[in-house]
C-alpha cells in the first residue's frame, strides 16, 4: 500500500472534520476562548506529553532502521522543548495540577498499551494522529483567524502552523507508509483502527479541556 495514510486519513475525516468544528478550536481562532480552558489545556497536554515522549522512545527502539529510530528520539525530544517553551508562557504563574483527566489517562494508556504490547507498525499509527491532527489543526486555524486580532494563543498557533512541524510531520507518515507496504491484510486492519481510536481520542482531548474534565469521584 503505496499511501496508507492518505486512505485512513479520508477516513477518518468526519473525526477531523467534528475536531476543526469543536467549540475549543473556534475559540482558538477567534481569540476568545476562557482563559482557565486553555490554561487547563496546557496543563493537561504537558502531562500528556510526558507520558507520549516514553512512547515515542518505544516506537523508535522497534524500528528497524537507525534513521527511523533517531527520527523518533529527534521528535520526543525536539516537540517537547517547543511544548516546555509553550508552557512556562501559559502556565508560569500557575500552579501546576499533577493529575491527569480522565481522558489524559485513557489516551496515554492506550498508547501505550498498543505501542508496548502490539505490533510496531501498529504502534506507528497509535502515534500518528497527534502529528498529523495537530499539524492539520494548526493549518485550519491560521487560515482561518483574523489576521488583524491581537490573539492571545498566537504563540500556540505558530507553533503547529509552522514549517519545523511540518517537516516532522511528513517524516512520520512517510515512516508509518513504509511498514504498510509489507503489512498483510489483519496488520493493515489493525493499524487502521489504532489510527482511527487515537483520532477519537484527540477530539475527545480537546472536548476534555473545553470541559476542565474532573474525575467524578
Not at 515522549?53 to 525536539?78: S, Y
Not at 516537540?79 to 517553551?85: K, M, P, R
Not at 509553550?86 to 505501542?115: Q, W
Request: hydrophobic share 40%.
Amino acid at each position: 500500500m503505496s499511501d496508507w495514510f492518505k486512505q485512513v486519513r479520508e477516513n477518518t475525516d468526519n473525526i477531523v472534520h467534528e475536531i476543526k468544528n469543536h467549540p475549543f478550536i473556534k475559540g482558538l481562532i477567534a481569540g476568545s476562548l476562557p482563559k482557565d480552558v486553555f490554561q487547563f489545556y496546557i496543563n493537561q497536554d504537558a502531562l500528556y506529553l510526558a507520558e507520549y515522549k516514553k512512547v515515542l522512545a518505544t516506537v523508535g527502539i522497534k524500528c528497524h532502521a537507525v534513521e527511523e529510530t533517531q527520527f523518533f528520539l529527534d521528535a520526543a525530544t525536539g516537540i517537547l522543548a517547543v511544548e516546555d517553551a509553550l508552557h512556562k508562557t501559559y502556565i508560569k504563574d500557575l500552579a501546576f495540577n499533577t493529575v491527569p483527566s480522565p481522558t489524559c489517562e485513557l489516551y496515554t494508556s492506550y498508547l501505550a498499551r498498543i505501542t508496548a504490547n502490539h505490533s510496531l507498525s501498529e504502534g506507528l499509527a497509535a502515534v500518528l494522529p497527534c502529528f498529523t491532527v495537530y499539524k492539520e489543526i494548526g493549518d485550519y486555524i491560521q487560515a482561518n483567524q483574523n489576521e488583524q486580532a491581537n490573539n492571545p494563543y498566537q504563540s500556540w498557533i505558530d507553533t503547529y502552523g509552522g514549517i519545523d512541524f511540518e517537516n516532522s510531520v511528513n517524516k512520520a507518515i512517510a515512516i508509518t507508509n513504509k511498514y504498510a507496504q509489507s503489512a498483510d491484510k489483519e496488520t493493515l486492519n489493525n493499524m487502521e483502527l489504532s489510527f482511527t481510536k487515537s483520532t477519537k481520542l484527540e477530539w475527545l482531548f480537546w472536548d476534555s479541556a473545553f470541559k476542565k474534565e474532573a474525575w467524578k469521584i
